[in-house]
């Protein structure tokens, strides 16, 4: 099984910029598709942004896209989430997620693992 481990959220100021980071350590990343997603208070969880094995293909919430960029470095076994033009409304736990095949989805139930999550608040 692989390990999550979410780091770089924070305070920020809207129209701010934060870079998280998702390290995986365990059996082989490199093969498996990434997620993003995200839970503010009394919300449900919900799909950010997404990335296949390769980095080639990568899906994003309609709320995020063109603010919102995911990448990764399988030489470092590490995804990242690079925010910005923060918006008070993101203002969330972010979670980072992987998958057990190299497809990207959007699809939260399709999400084989988990890490803790990290919180980002936005201040307006």
């Known amino acids: 099984q692989v390990q999550l481990v979410e780091s770089g959220g924070g305070l920020v100021q809207a129209g701010g910029s934060l870079r998280l980071s998702c390290a995986a350590s365990?059996?082989?990343?490199?093969?498996?598709?990434m997620g993003w997603f995200r839970q503010a208070p009394g919300k449900e969880r919900e799909f950010v942004a997404a990335?296949?094995?390769?980095?080639?293909?990568?899906y994003y919430a309609d709320s995020v896209k063109g603010r919102f960029t995911i990448s990764r470095d399988n030489t470092k076994n590490t995804v990242y989430l690079q925010m910005n033009s923060l918006k008070p409304e993101d203002t969330a736990r972010y979670y980072c997620a992987g998958r057990t095949t190299t497809r990207a989805t959007s699809l939260e139930a399709q999400y084989d693992y988990w890490g803790q999550g990290t919180q980002v608040t936005v201040s307006s």
């Open positions: 990335i296949d094995w390769s980095g080639g293909i990568r």
């Open positions: 365990g059996r082989t990343f490199s093969n498996n598709a």
